[in-house]
């Protein structure tokens, strides 16, 4: 059973930082597939892909909104995905899901991810 273990949610105000972090349980999932991070905002239908990194060349792929204040941050000795946010903004609040892909190479959507985590909360007061 391979287990993707988030924390670092919480409240923070605008402007602020917060650093999400995923362990997963399994070395083969980590270093041989895609990883990343989706979020759910409130009243959101779907999860939004954050960022993703491919397992083989580790090229990162983000959202335009986000590139110059979020940034991942893989330590493969300890099988840890980071997700350091910067200059929070109240619509940053959501859910953020770690994420396992199906593939080496990021996948277009949520519909290629392998394996969840539980979710972390985060919230953005203005």
């Known amino acids: 059973q391979v287990q993707l273990v988030e924390s670092g949610g919480g409240s923070v105000e605008a402007g602020g930082s917060l650093r999400l972090a995923c362990e997963i349980s399994?070395?083969?999932?980590?270093?041989?597939?895609?990883v990343g991070w989706f979020r759910q905002g409130p009243e959101k239908e779907r999860r939004e892909g954050v960022v993703c990194i491919n397992a083989a060349d580790e090229t990162s792929y983000y959202i335009d909104s986000l590139k110059g204040r979020f940034t991942l941050l893989k330590d493969n000795a300890k099988n840890t995905l980071y997700l350091q946010m910067d200059n929070l903004k109240v619509e940053d609040t959501a859910m953020y899901y770690c994420a396992a892909s199906r593939f080496g190479n990021c996948p277009a959507g949520s519909g290629g991810v392998r394996y969840w985590g539980q979710g972390t909360q985060v919230t953005v007061s203005s």
């Open positions: 399994s070395r083969e999932i980590f270093g041989g597939f895609a």
